[in-house]
């Protein structure tokens, strides 16, 4: 059972840059795939970012690539969402969520595929 919790959401202003942090406790952590998704009110919990256990291979949601990274330090058992340029409509709570090995490409951005997840951190960008 793996347990995850994030921590780094927060409130900034449109344009501005905030870094989550997700911290795995299972030392295997660093051979399943791990992920970021994020809810707003109302809305369905929807993809945002996926790594493959090496990191050699990432995937982003078209809304938020070229401004979010997502990292992982495997050394350490953490996973990072790095988000620039952030906008109002990045508002939602924001999942950090693992997979084990072997999903395809088009699977890593479902919610089906991903066994654990965090209990969220609250990313709010005023306009």
């Known amino acids: 059972q793996v347990q995850l919790v994030e921590s780094g959401g927060g409130l900034v202003q449109a344009g501005g840059s905030l870094s989550l942090s997700c911290a795995a406790s299972?030392?295997?952590?660093?051979?399943?795939?791990v992920g970021w998704f994020r809810q707003a009110p109302g809305q369905e919990r929807e993809f945002v970012a996926a790594?493959?256990?090496?990191?050699?291979?990432?995937y982003y949601a078209n809304s938020v690539k070229g401004r979010f990274t997502i990292s992982r330090d495997n050394a350490k058992n953490t996973v990072n969402l790095q988000m620039n340029s952030l906008k109002p409509e990045d508002t939602a709570v924001y999942y950090c969520?693992?997979?084990?090995?072997?999903?395809?490409?088009?699977?890593?951005?479902?919610?089906?595929?991903?066994?654990?997840w965090g209990q969220g951190t609250q990313v709010t960008v005023s306009s």
């Open positions: 969520a693992a997979a084990h090995r072997g999903k395809s490409d088009f699977a890593l951005r479902l919610r089906i595929s991903y066994a654990y």
């Open positions: 299972d030392p295997t952590f660093s051979s399943y795939v």
């Open positions: 790594m493959r256990w090496n990191g050699d291979s990432t």
